[in-house]
Structures are given as structure tokens and as C-alpha cells.
């Protein structure tokens, strides 16, 4: 349940930003040259947060570690092919500092071609390299939490475990920033993994029947990133919904209609909880326009 639009596109720009100056950010350190123009870029630019300290970005041991990052960093386009690259990476250079830099570039590949089941293998690939990844912790927690079913003999330990990776991504995200990407993008980053992780706790607390709890998880999730999931928002409408609270329940369910389209699904559960809130609260729906909207308008 991504803002999966959103995603893709503040993910596509810090990876082109990202990437494209990590090659050189990644040259070993121990040829005596001066920095190299991709150095630095890879530094905190104004009003951004300097890495903590003792931390740095990853850089080759040597030459030929660097050259072999240079050429699997190249199949980028292609995320089957740069996933191969970086297994065999991997292989060859071990204890490499640049292995996560290549998992997490074939990571937003395959989320941007939408494939779920790589995303999820590859996101485990990445944090056996870098346990503290907020993004792979919550793609893998995502994962979970909307995969497990009720009848699973080990559901319970399953959301345990997503909701260990997801608070570790809350408590991990300001850490684990892209290093040469314009502020604005980083705070757009570390608000959209924020946002999704309180989605996921909201979710496995709906699933627990914690509803007060979840209600202040989807709220903390909507208030994280300032493009709403109508997802969150319509989920939030359901948890207040549990506890009774209908008035606050049918202004968001109203909100969630507002967010999404009839005929999509989460549009037809969106305004299928608002009609129950109406009749329960004795409400009235939104009235309908007066006149239609010029074509051009009309939703797709």
C-alpha cells in the first residue's frame, strides 16, 4: 500500500542524482590525488544534515574493486541485470563498502518496473550488507505486514517481525539519507519512508484490533508526508470507525472519497464506508456537481 506514484518519483530522482556521482565518490582513498569532482558533491550541501560522526560514504580498497563497481553500476537501466552484476560483486569483493550502493540502486529498479516479489528478495539482499537500510526495512516490513494472512500458524511472530523493521526504519531514516542530493529531496525521502512506516504499524495494529492505536499511527503517517495515501486516510476512517467515533470517522472516510476515483478499488471501499458512516450518523453525502466538468477534467 505505497503512495506509488509519489515513490517512484522522488526515488527515481535521488537515484539519478544519487548514481551519478557515486562512482567517483567511491574511488579509493589511498591513491594520494586530490578529491574528484563526485567527492565533492557526495558532502552535506547547505542546510543539510552532515553525515553522524565517524561515518562516511563507502569507498573502494582498491583499483580493481573500484573498476568492478564502475562496470556493475552500468547495467543501472536494467535491474535484472545490475541484481547479477551486484550477486557477483558481492561474490568477488566480500567485505566491499560499495555492495550496498548496488543492491539499493537494483532495489528502486525493480520497484519502478513494479515487481513486488524482486523488490522484497533484493530488499533482504541489501540489508544482509547494511542491517540499518531504512528503505529495505520498510519494503521488507511492508512486505509482511500485507502478505500474512489470519490463518497463518505464524502470524504473530511474522508482525513482530515487521514491526521490528519498521520502527528500526523510524529509528534509522535520518542516518541513512543519500549522500549528493539536494536537501529538499532528502526531506521528501525521509518524510515518504516515515510515512510509510506508521502505515505499517497502523496496520498491524488494525490487524491486532488495536484501534487506538492504530488511529495514532495512520495520523502520524498522514501528517509525515504531505501527499496523503488515500489508503492511510481511508484506513484511518476504519479505526475510528472501530472505536465507535463515527462523526470523525465519516470526515475522513469523506476525505478518502475525495482522494480516489469510483471505480478504482480502494475508491469503491472509500465510498462503501462512507455510505454506512452516513447512515449510522445520519448525514448527508456530499452533494454531486451541478454541472459536469469539461472533459478534459473528467478523471481517468
Same mark, same amino acid.
Given at each position: ?45 547547505? #542546510? ?9 560514504? @563507502? ?9 568492478? =563497481? ?60 547494511? @542491517? ?16 500474512? !494472512? ?38 521528501? =525521502?525521509? #518524510? ?5 512506516? =506508521? ?11 488495536? =484501534? ?42 469523506? !476525505? ?26 445520519? #448525514?448527508?453525502? @456530499? ?8 472533459? #478534459?477534467?473528467?478523471? !481517468?
Amino acid at each position: 500500500m505505497k503512495q506509488a506514484a509519489i515513490i517512484l518519483g522522488v526515488l527515481v530522482a535521488i537515484m539519478a542524482m544519487a548514481i551519478s556521482g557515486a562512482a567517483q565518490a567511491a574511488a579509493p582513498a589511498n591513491q594520494g590525488q586530490a578529491p574528484a569532482q563526485g567527492q565533492a558533491q557526495a558532502q552535506p550541501a547547505a #542546510g543539510q544534515a552532515a553525515a553522524p560522526a565517524g561515518k562516511r560514504p @563507502p569507498q573502494a580498497k582498491t583499483q580493481p574493486e573500484f573498476d568492478a =563497481y564502475k562496470a556493475a553500476v552500468a547495467n543501472q537501466n536494467d535491474p535484472a541485470a545490475l541484481e547479477k552484476a551486484a550477486d557477483d560483486f558481492a561474490a568477488k569483493f566480500p567485505t566491499s563498502e560499495l555492495t550496498p550502493l548496488l543492491y539499493r540502486a537494483t532495489m528502486r529498479g525493480y520497484q519502478a518496473a513494479n515487481n513486488n516479489e524482486k523488490l522484497m528478495e533484493v530488499s533482504q539482499k541489501l540489508l544482509k550488507s547494511d @542491517p540499518d537500510d531504512p528503505e529495505a526495512l520498510v519494503n521488507v516490513a511492508e512486505a509482511i505486514a500485507e502478505q500474512v !494472512h489470519e490463518t497463518d500458524l505464524d502470524k504473530a511472530q511474522k508482525y513482530e517481525e515487521a514491526r521490528k523493521d519498521a520502527q528500526k526504519a523510524l529509528q534509522t531514516v535520518d542516518n541513512n539519507v543519500p549522500s549528493g542530493v539536494a536537501p529538499e529531496q532528502v526531506d521528501a =525521502y525521509k #518524510g515518504l519512508l516515515r510515512s510509510n512506516a =506508521y502505515s505499517i504499524l497502523g496496520t498491524l495494529d488494525f490487524n491486532d484490533e488495536k =484501534y487506538a492505536e492504530a488511529e495514532a499511527n495512520f495520523r502520524k503517517s498522514i501528517d509525515a508526508f504531505p501527499q496523503p495515501d488515500p489508503v492511510v486516510v481511508l484506513r484511518l476512517a476504519l479505526s475510528l470507525d472501530k472505536q465507535n467515533k463515527y462523526p470523525e470517522a465519516l470526515k475522513e472516510a469523506n !476525505h478518502a472519497v475525495d482522494l480516489t476515483q469510483d471505480g478504482t478499488a480502494a475508491g469503491k471501499l472509500a465510498r462503501q464506508e462512507r455510505d454506512r458512516l452516513v447512515a449510522l450518523t445520519g #448525514g448527508a453525502k @456530499p452533494a454531486a456537481p451541478s454541472t459536469p466538468a469539461p472533459a #478534459g477534467n473528467q478523471p !481517468h
